[in-house]
T-cell receptor
Framework: SQKIEQNSEALNIQEGKTATLTCNYTNYSPAYLQWYRQDPGRGPVFLLLIRENEKEKRKERLKVTFDTTLKQSLFHITASQPADSATYLCALDRNNNAGNMLTFGGGTRLMVKP | GAVVSQHPSRVICKSGTSVKIECRSLDFQATTMFWYRQFPKKSLMLMATSNEGSKATYEQGVEKDKFLINHASLTLSTLTVTSAHPEDSSFYIC????????????FGPGTRLTVT
């Protein structure tokens, strides 16, 4: 069956360090992979999308890598700040009868301490 | 841009009653909207995909007669939880795609439903 796995344990890091979050998947061949941020009691916010033919994508302090051989994506936040504390979700596309939609991983909670 | 609103943000209802949740795309037209359910400390579970002007496509295990979805316009989709029971208490989130060929989704702020 298809699975998307993220570190279920919370990740605690010190302000200024680089946070690295992992997303692994099995039995998928996604055309693209997305990362979202979710704060408690709020809907997710889109951060980055990376396509299967892209190895790396950057946006300000964020960097995403996508290895379709390893079936893994890494999400990096450099120079982390306490405001980066949130749950980060990876999502892969799949197609149902209505078109393309997303399946989400369980999310990793990041805590950045001052 | 790409703002999605949901109403209400919180609702408490009695068991057996029905509750309607609205999802609106405020500054774009959304041919496709999605409804998710999220339990505490869990990820989002897709309930259904809603295309404007056609019937919703429900995920396996989601009762379409219990969770009625209407996508009557390009900016509005509604989810009605019929004959709600305490086990329907959850966080319901909608999302919308701003274009047929764009992949990212923009999410509403969610609706916390509590059934007593």
């Amino acid at each position: 069956s298809q699975k998307i796995e993220q570190n279920s344990e919370a990740l605690n890091i010190q302000e200024g360090k680089t946070a690295t979050l992992t997303c692994n998947y099995t039995n998928y061949s996604p055309a693209y992979l997305q990362w979202y941020r979710q704060d408690p009691g709020r809907g997710p916010v889109f951060l980055l999308l990376i396509r299967e033919n892209e190895k790396e994508k950057r946006k300000e302090r964020l960097k995403v890598t996508f290895d379709t051989t390893l079936k893994q994506s890494l999400f990096h936040i450099t120079a982390s700040q306490p405001a980066d504390s949130a749950t980060y979700l990876c999502a892969l596309d799949r197609n149902n009868n209505a078109g393309n939609m997303l399946t989400f991983g369980g999310g990793t909670r990041l805590m950045v301490k001052p | 841009g790409a703002v999605v609103s949901q109403h209400p943000s919180r609702v408490i209802c009695k068991s057996g009653t029905s509750v309607k949740i609205e999802c609106r795309s405020l500054d774009f037209q959304a041919t496709t909207m999605f409804w998710y359910r999220q339990f505490p400390k869990k990820s989002l579970m897709l309930m259904a995909t809603s295309n404007e002007g056609s019937k919703a496509t429900y995920e396996q295990g989601v009762e379409k007669d219990k969770f009625l979805i209407n996508h009557a316009s390009l900016t509005l989709s509604t989810l009605t939880v019929t004959s709600a029971h305490p086990e329907d208490s959850s966080f319901y989130i909608c999302s919308a795609k701003p274009g047929q060929f764009l992949s990212e989704q923009y999410f509403g702020p969610g609706t916390r439903l509590t059934v007593t």
